[in-house]
Nanobody, 122 residues
Framework: QVRLVESGGGLVQAGGSLRLSCVASADTFGYAMAWFRQAPGKERECVAFINWSLGSTYVADSLTGRFAISRDTAKNTAYLQMNSLKPEDTAVYYC????????????????WGQGTQVTVSS
């Protein structure tokens, strides 16, 4: 069982930056950790994932250049760095984990955090 706790959300003006953190309660070696987001009235979408052991990453094409995912293996923590934020980035951001390699399919992730709200004002 892996418990995930997100932090770092909040209110930011357009053009600003935020860094989200996701702390896992157990060693996540061999797992993939991902960030998803869900805006009101929209489907949940994959923002990024990182394969823990290799450090290889994926960022959604539409977010490449503004968002980046990283990890600190010693702290069992994944990060989502979000720069040049736009109002359309407003959503609840969720951390998720699954065994083996990451995917963009939310239903393939077994463990989920409670979510953290990110609001970008114009």
């Amino acid at each position: 069982q892996v418990r995930l706790v997100e932090s770092g959300g909040g209110l930011v003006q357009a053009g600003g930056s935020l860094r989200l953190s996701c702390v896992a309660s157990a060693d996540t070696f061999g797992y993939a950790m991902a960030w998803f987001r869900q805006a009101p009235g929209k489907e949940r979408e994959c923002v990024a994932f990182i394969n823990w052991s290799l450090g290889s990453t994926y960022v959604a094409d539409s977010l490449t250049g503004r968002f980046a995912i990283s990890r600190d293996t010693a702290k069992n923590t994944a990060y989502l760095q979000m720069n040049s934020l736009k109002p359309e980035d407003t959503a609840v951001y969720y951390c998720a984990a699954r065994s083996w390699t990451g995917t963009t399919l939310d239903t393939s992730y077994k463990y989920w955090g409670q979510g953290t709200q990110v609001t970008v004002s114009s």
